[in-house]
């Protein structure tokens, strides 16, 4: 124990209290000790706590032994609530006796301990409250000659942070019943917990806040069917207006008890006036009302704008580090699965096969990868093999990397963090770039491993101008460690299952996972100042969407997949004779039949949009053997028939030749995703039954798509962590929203074109290759790269060409350099 006098003694104030109540003692300059059961560190700032607790069945002497290891302080503030009158007395004389010197004591108390109808700081509180008794013990010790100030500060529902009024509503409220018998809710913020200690820390020793009790709340009183109705919170907004049409109530909040037999429905049972507190030291709480809000202040201090929806201020849990982990025995199950289909009845192989893999995954391949994995799953030992060629080498290492989780909206979003060091960066003049990393399926942030590191950490050799970034890789919403956001089902009906996002039933679409998305950057501290994106296949529409619509906080984009259409068709020479405005102009809308006309031309020039590549583009540009006079003509390079249509320049042979191999896939390799999107319940099924299904669906994604086979230990840790996740029935759903034609109807449309810069990376054996050209007209194109090897998972593939990308990519885009370190 430190004989050294501290400013404030916080008893008990090292979780959710400690988050608000320590940053406002250091802002005022305030010294202070921290007291915890255990005397671990503190969760909320992992400073050391001194052992310390106290219980009410406690001796006297038991509670002057207790004190023995508490410093002097000027004020003691206590947390944890203490129900004994005796043990609450012994306590204040025993540090009193044994220090001598003036000391306030403050006591966080509930606002639980009055009862029904209006109360305030003056009004009796429940006699048979034990909680409340001994606070008032704690008053009577108020005692100024005796260098002894005490105040009971009785706090209303604490919010902020981790805890957000809109799910406690979820919980209170879980049918209409319960609703119902629901009346009053009182709420003060964490933030004016810590600004109402500091006022009575600071207050003068003749200040009437001693030696009484007071309500705290933010002043107000809410009725939970109206916070229900602001939160937007889909069955029990509707629950709450049913109530009000059958108990005749026609506005909110409900008119508050007058007597012992009103009460819910009809009517409000508690009212509580928290102003009193405030008005004493002429001032207001901070935070305003829970349902009007315009900014919430993070755990960190800082404050952010809040959108008009309430709801959107209160749907972002709290950060927490998180251990990635299976259910028990997960793995060993997959492994006993896999050596029992080995010894059954081998699959047969398809006769008209061959060595060909045009049907799929061929039989050799499937074989090699099903007795492999039983290998590869069956070794304990994490250090063998330098490639991390077992299951628990490989599992060892992702165990390496800072994982986490948040909950965004109804989602608990794990996400992997790799941050940079930025005493370096602001050492070297370093720039940092804050990167989200989002992959597509089939895949995970397994993509990601072999980049987050060098990303994050560039060589101290590196030039100043290399930037290092602050990366961050989510799992999409039902994959891997990721929930689904959570469904309901429709009242009073066929009991279809809904949620609460935009798609048909409330299901999750693109635009909702970018949100999700988005609003994750902003709890790391990005809101402000922004963030770069890097996305491929399905992560390449969501990081479309982010840009467009959160364009203040999406600074630049980097996609390695754009299944860009044709530029949309035009004939130039209309707008050479007949500019918009022009007399021409008006004399051709006024003849008659113009404006079906225009409307054919429109339909015209969205044909490359709207239909298959193979219908538009024909052989005459991606054959050699051209079959139409056009064709002969392109080869001639005449090209008055792209000039007139407005295509541009001729395709290159490499460019014929990605347009080709785009084709193809769309024709006969994606039909993987027309199943995912009609029968995705069935298909579920069939992959959750069988990891064999899964190895013979997923695996062959690996080899078709890629420019070299990826090693038999990254196809097969994809795989055990989707089975062992139940991701793959969990990610198919997303497709039933799928356009019937892919990405391309979506990404040319005009109102979907990226405006902040954007990098591309063209890679040969991509599924989907764009040219240049093509790619312009769906984006703000900067930075463009050609790779004369790597397929659909760059990252994966190719981690030295994806890394130097990213560095010059971003480093020339990116309008925004900075040191700043964030939470």
Known sequence: MSDTVV???????????ATWIIPALREHKLTYALTSRSGSPSKATEEPTI????????????????????????AIVIVFPIKSNSVMQDFVNAYHDRFQHHTRWIQLGSS???LSGKNDSESPVDPTNARGQAEQVLLTLNDSAQKRLTTVLNLAGLYGGSRHPINFARKVAPSKEALARKGSLHLIHGIDVAYSIVLAITSESSSPIWSKRWILTDTNMYDWWQLVISFDLPDAKVWAKELMAEYGIRSLPRPIASSPDQGPPQYIDRALDGSAFWKYFNTHPKVGRVDEASDLVEDNGATVSASSNPRAIFDVGEVRAYTPEFASGRVEDLRRRIVQSIGDTPTPPNPFEADKDRFGLTHAKFEHLRKTWATFLEDPDP????????????????????????????VELHFIRERPDFDEARRSGRPVIPLLLIHGWPGSFLEFLDVARPLAHPSPSAPSWVPAFDVVIPSHPGYAFSSLPKIRRKAK????????????????????????????????GYGKDG???????????????????????????????????????????????????????????????SGLVGSLLSTLAALPVNVPRRWWLSDFLISNRPTSILGYLARLNWSLFGRLLNQGPLLTERESNNIARGITFQESGSSYASMHGTRPTTLGLAMASSPLAQLAWIGEKFYAWTDEAPSDSEILTSLTLWWCTDTMPRSLYPYRNRPPLGAQSVIGRPENFIKCPTGHSDHPKEIMPSPKKWIEGTCNLKWYRVHSSGGHFAAMEKPDLFVEDMRDCFGSIYPIHNTKEVA
């Open 531 to 593: 963030y770069a994106v890097q996305a491929g296949d399905w992560g390449s529409m969501v990081c479309r969407l982010m840009a467009i619509h959160f364009p203040e906080r999406v600074k630049a984009v980097h996609l390695n997949f754009i299944p860009a259409p044709p530029s949309s068709l035009s004939i130039p020479i209309l707008s050479s004779i007949a500019p918009p405005g022009s007399m021409m102009r008006s004399f051709l809308k006024a003849i008659p039949g």
């Open 383 to 410: 250090t063998v093999g330098a490639e991390h060629d077992s299951w628990a080498a490989r599992w060892a290492h992702i165990q390496t990397f800072s994982h986490f989780k948040a909950e965004v909206e109804e």
């Open 112 to 114: 639980g301990i009055w």
């Open 493 to 524: 009906t066929s009991g279809i299952a809904v949620g609460n996002n935009s798609g048909p039933d409330g299901d999750l679409l693109v635009s909702d996972v970018a949100r999700i998305f988005d609003k994750l950057m902003i709890k790391l």
């Open 7 to 17: 400013d404030v003694l916080l008893l008990g104030a090292t979780g959710w209290s």
């Open 51 to 74: 052992p310390f607790a106290l219980a009410d069945d406690w001796t006297r002497e038991q509670v002057v032994e207790a004190t023995q290891v508490l410093p002097p302080a000027k």
